[in-house]
């Protein structure tokens, strides 16, 4: 994919480019989880804790309401 036709998705999302360099990353499972998260600028951002230098998925809070609680009723399970 050409980087401006990326550029262009990412910037039609409506979210902005948050600084997430001074985040206070949050482990689940009592640090034992393989995903983190952080509450920047009314924002929830969510890493791979074995990766935080790759990219972070941003949800804003009625998709993080959203993502919870399909988690939670078992959407997410590929067993």
Do not use: C, H, Y
């Not at 009314?42 to 941003?58: V, Y």
Request: glycine share 10%; aromatic share 10%; hydrophobic share 45%.
């Amino acid at each position: 994919m050409a980087e401006g036709i990326t550029a262009q998705r990412l910037a039609d999302w409506g979210k902005p480019e948050l600084d997430l360099s001074r985040a206070d990353w949050q482990s689940g499972s009592q640090g034992a989880g393989d995903v983190q998260i952080a509450f920047v600028e009314g924002f929830i951002a969510m890493r791979n804790a074995a990766r935080p230098g790759s990219p972070s998925l941003i949800f804003d809070p009625a998709e993080w309401r959203a993502f919870v609680r399909n988690a939670r009723d078992g959407a997410f399970d590929l067993t």
